[in-house]
T-cell receptor
């Protein structure tokens, strides 16, 4: 089965601190892409960051960065200098042959 | 472009009734996906289309669920008859021809409540 696993249903972080959300996946494909989406209470799905599996360099978008370990099939999201607006559900996703598979999500709470 | 448009935003129906959810993908996108979001299972892929043709419906939970895409700008997800366990948020998403290296673009979702 080609699955995406997020083992942390909920995480908390103090404002201005750093937090890491975990994601592992299973795939038999060698070429695929990975994404992190943010879902605030509005239900809107917002792309946070993407990673091409063939690239060894970890993607970075401002305060968001990933730790991509291809051999371990691990794709964690690091949020630096956490802000109150980062509070949301975060979903990890993998796409291989055009099929986007999502994890169960991690709810991030940011404490003031 | 207005993005992916779903209707209705909220739907409350009685058990046994037919429910139809609607989706208009972004123009030019030839992949369309239907997802169901619940607390327990997260975002489950129900079915996806390419160029209006269903490619993979292995996620459709039961025969009560059906989806169609009669043209490039419209898709429906129908539940008949509906049951309380179908209560969830249903998302439609679309992506362009270079699907794999581009994120899926989501609609605002339809919150379905079956009482």
């Amino acid at each position: 089965a080609q699955t995406v696993t997020q083992s942390q249903p909920e995480m908390s972080v103090q404002e201005a601190e750093t937090v890491t959300l975990s994601c592992t996946y299973d795939t038999s494909e060698s070429d695929y892409y990975l994404f992190w989406y943010k879902q605030p209470p509005s239900r809107q799905m917002i792309l946070v960051i993407r990673q091409e599996a063939y690239k060894q360099q970890n993607a970075t978008e401002n305060r968001f960065s990933v730790n991509f370990q291809k051999a371990a099939k691990s794709f964690s999201l690091k949020i630096s200098d956490s802000q109150l607006g980062d509070a949301a559900m975060y979903f990890c996703a993998r796409v291989g042959t055009y099929k986007y598979i999502f994890g169960t999500g991690t709810r991030l709470k940011v404490l003031a | 472009d207005a993005g992916v448009i779903q209707s209705p935003r909220h739907e409350v129906t009685e058990m046994g009734q037919e429910v139809t959810l609607r989706c208009k993908p972004i123009s030019g996108h030839d992949y369309l996906f239907w997802y169901r979001q619940t607390m327990m299972r997260g975002l489950e892929l129900l079915i996806y289309f390419n160029n209006n043709v269903p490619i993979d419906d292995s996620g459709m939970p039961e025969d009560r669920f059906s989806a169609k895409m009669p043209n490039a700008s419209f898709s429906t997800l129908k539940i008949q008859p509906s049951e309380p366990r179908d209560s969830a948020v249903y998302f439609c998403a679309s992506s362009p021809p270079t699907a794999r290296n581009t994120e899926a673009f989501f609609g605002q979702g339809t919150r379905l409540t079956v009482v």
